[in-house]
């Protein structure tokens, strides 16, 4: 069954698959590791062993992700309860940052709102970072990496640990420290590393002020972290930060049996880290953005383009009866097809589907401050659309 997180109610229907499902303490963070959660690069939904229909972006799978990561941990400390019960203890869990934050954390969804509308308010706003558009795109293994931060105080906080802003500030300073320790490590280094490293600290969510910065890990204070996924989360992070030149030399392995020791892990674990991220990042290195980050400007709009083509389709039937009750901007649109427009017709074209998006909820974003930026592609997107969708022989039943 295929979960849209860019439609309505999309929430509800996760819970009631993730509900009939099982996964132990055991399992969950091979899991999430696997399908590329912990590594910021989501391959797959972790909810399902089978492909899914949808072709999702990578916003769209983080969201399905983290909400089943969250339950799944629920699950694992509470056996026995609902999912009403995880619904109040999720959105208490937001709750208790917000206050703790003593400021905005989230743009706080009204409690009017029923359980399961909070909560997609409140992933959307958790998955949207806080860097400009090319940024975000440039970088999202790197700062959708931190969104594992929240699975791992929602453990804490499920456990009964209610002091959340102290302990995800104190593991985003770790992870934050040990990424930067092993980027300095490694022999070939990038021209990327302190955009890097200023993405990863405008993506923090838990603290306000400049982190700490340590040149050694044995000054970071690892011993608060006591659950095992934490202290492999920690590892993984470093892991993936020395891997990104797809070497490992004997300086980067050592400073990653050093961190696994301090975290109080086995050779087996270390070992697991090393490997995981090496495979994963040669089975997969065309998908995930670090490795491709040559040039950011094409790698931004190749992206965007692929992510708003999705949303096309996906939206084609309605995008088509919305655009065909518009004489005017069909005509413009088809005009396209076969010629330039003038300065004036694009004004046009540009400001009716602005009202045409704010019609539909998944294209919506493109209606917001920004949203402009990505007009040029939909407007070279949409006349590709129009022959096929107006030709009564390719007319779906």
């Known amino acids: 069954m295929s979960v849209n ?25 091979p899991l999430l ?11 797959n939904e972790i909810y399902t062993s089978t492909p899914h229909k949808l072709n999702y972006t990578q ?33 208490s869990f937001y709750g208790q940052i917000q206050i703790e934050k003593k400021h905005k954390f989230f743009e706080w969804p009204s409690f009017k709102s029923k359980p399961d509308v909070q909560i997609e308010k409140l992933m959307h706003q958790r998955i949207k970072a806080k860097t400009n558009l090319l940024e975000k795109n440039f970088s999202n293994i790197v700062t959708n990496t931190l969104l594992n931060i929240d699975v791992e105080c929602f453990r804490v906080f499920c456990q009964g640990n209610h002091k959340i802003i102290e302990f995800a500030s104190q593991l ?29 600290e ?3 969510r838990y603290q306000d002020t400049q982190i700490e910065n340590f040149e050694n890990i044995n000054l970071i204070n690892f011993d608060q ?13 470093a892991a993936m930060s ?34 995981s991220i090496s495979s994963f990042v040669r089975e997969n290195y065309d998908k995930i953005p670090y490795f491709n980050n040559a040039n950011p400007i094409k790698n931004f709009y190749d992206k965007t383009y692929r992510s708003t083509s999705l949303l096309i389709i996906r939206n084609k039937n309605r995008l088509i009866k919305e655009i065909s009750q518009s004489k005017e ?14 300065h004036d017709e694009k004004k046009i074209v540009k400001r009716q589907l602005m009202d045409i998006f704010k019609s539909i909820p998944s294209l919506a974003i493109f209606a917001i401050p920004g949203g402009s930026v990505l007009l040029p592609i939909i407007i070279k997107l949409i006349p590709t659309l129009l022959p096929s969708a107006f030709n009564e022989n390719l007319e779906e039943n």
């Open 172 to 200: 985003e300073t770790a992870l934050i420290n040990v990424i930067s320790i092993g980027l300095h490590k490694k022999s070939n280094k990038s021209n990327y590393e302190e955009l890097l490293i200023k993405l990863l």
């Open 225 to 237: 972290f006591k659950n095992k996924s934490t202290k492999l989360y920690i590892l993984d992070a």
């Open 242 to 275: 020395i891997f990104s030149d797809e070497i490992v030399d004997d300086n980067e392995r050592q400073f990653i049996h050093e961190l696994g020791q301090l975290l109080k892990l086995s050779s087996d674990e270390i070992h697991e880290s090393i490997k």
């Open 33 to 43: 590791r696997e399908n590329g959660f912990i590594y910021g690069t989501n391959l």
């Open 5 to 29: 997180p860019s439609a309505n109610a999309w929430v509800i229907k996760l819970l009631n698959i993730l509900e009939n499902q099982n996964i132990d303490a055991e399992k969950l963070y």
């Open 59 to 91: 916003e769209e799978l983080a969201k399905l992700n983290l909400l089943s990561a969250l339950f799944y941990v629920y699950q694992i400390e509470f056996p026995n309860r609902d999912l009403s019960d995880f619904q109040d203890k999720l959105i």
């Open 202 to 204: 405008s993506s923090l």
């Open 329 to 342: 901007l069909l005509i413009l649109l088809k005009k396209s097809t076969h010629t330039d427009l003038s």
